[in-house]
C-alpha cells in the first residue's frame, strides 16, 4: 500500500478550464509538497504545505489534516501548465519524501 | 544562487558494471536527498544524507550506497547493475536537514541506461 495515492492519472482539458488533482496521505505528515514534473525530468517545488490553503498565481493548494487530503486546484489553466504534477509527502520521522504517482495533465488549446 | 548541479546528465553502462554519480546542492545547504524514477515504480526515495552521515534510507538493495562529503557534495554508488537499474537518479537538496518542512531543490537529474 503507498503512503500517498494520488488522482486522476491523466487528465485532459480544454485551455480556460478549472483543474482539480488530489492527494490523499496515510502517514503522519510534517508537510505536504505539490512538485510540477516537466518532460525531460526537471521538477520545481510549487507547493508546501502543513495547514490550510496556500496560492501562487492561478495555482491554489489546500490541505485538510484531519482528513489527509490535499487538492491542487488550476484556475483558467492553459497548455504551458501542461506536465506531470506530483504529490509528496515528508513523514513526521525524517525528511525523504514519499511520492504520489503523479498525475499527467495536458492542457488543449 | 547556482542550482542543483548534478552529473553527468547521461549514462549508459552495461550490466555487472558499477556507476557513480554525482550531486552538488546549492550552496549553504546541508541536506542531500536522492530519489529514483522509473515508469513503472515511480519516484522512490534511495536515501538522505545530512552533515555526512545518513540520515535516512529507502527500501533499496545494499548495491546502492551513497556518502557526502564536508562541503556537502554527495555521491551515490550503484554496483553490479541491472537491467532494471535503468532510470532518472534525482538528487534535492535543502537548507536544514533537521527541519522537514523544508523545501527541497531538485537538479535536473542524471538518466542512466544499463545495456
Known amino acids: 500500500k503507498n503512503e500517498v495515492e494520488q488522482s486522476p492519472q491523466n487528465l485532459t482539458a480544454q485551455e480556460g478550464e478549472f483543474i482539480t488533482i488530489n492527494c490523499s496521505y496515510s502517514?503522519?505528515?510534517?508537510?505536504l509538497h505539490w512538485l510540477q514534473q516537466h518532460p525531460g525530468g526537471g521538477i520545481v517545488s510549487l507547493f508546501m504545505?502543513?495547514?490550510g490553503k496556500k496560492k501562487h498565481g492561478r495555482l491554489i493548494a489546500t490541505i485538510n489534516i484531519q482528513e489527509k487530503h490535499s487538492s491542487l486546484h488550476i484556475t483558467a489553466s492553459h497548455p504551458r501548465d501542461s506536465a506531470v504534477y506530483i504529490c509528496?509527502?515528508?513523514?513526521?520521522?525524517?525528511?525523504?519524501?514519499?511520492f504520489g504517482t503523479g498525475t499527467s495533465l495536458t492542457v488543449i488549446p | 544562487k547556482a542550482g542543483v548541479t548534478q552529473t553527468p546528465r547521461y549514462l549508459i553502462k552495461t550490466r555487472g558494471q558499477q556507476v557513480t554519480l554525482s550531486c552538488s546542492p546549492i550552496?549553504?545547504?546541508?541536506?542531500v536527498s536522492w530519489y529514483q524514477q522509473t515508469p513503472g515504480q515511480g519516484l522512490q526515495f534511495l536515501f538522505e544524507?545530512?552533515?555526512?552521515?545518513?540520515?535516512n534510507k529507502g527500501n533499496f538493495p545494499g548495491r546502492f550506497s551513497g556518502r557526502q562529503f564536508s562541503n556537502s557534495r554527495s555521491e551515490m554508488n550503484v554496483s553490479t547493475l541491472e537491467l532494471g537499474d535503468s532510470a532518472l537518479y534525482l538528487c534535492?537538496?535543502?537548507?536544514?536537514?533537521?527541519?522537514?518542512?523544508?523545501?527541497?531543490?531538485f537538479g535536473a537529474g542524471t538518466r542512466l541506461s544499463v545495456l
Open positions: 534535492a537538496s535543502s537548507w536544514a536537514g533537521g527541519e522537514a518542512k523544508n523545501i527541497q531543490y
Open positions: 502517514v503522519g505528515i510534517s508537510a
Open positions: 504545505l502543513s495547514s
Open positions: 509528496a509527502a515528508t513523514p513526521n520521522t525524517g525528511n525523504q519524501f514519499y
Open positions: 550552496s549553504g545547504h546541508r541536506s
Open positions: 544524507y545530512f552533515s555526512e552521515t545518513q540520515r
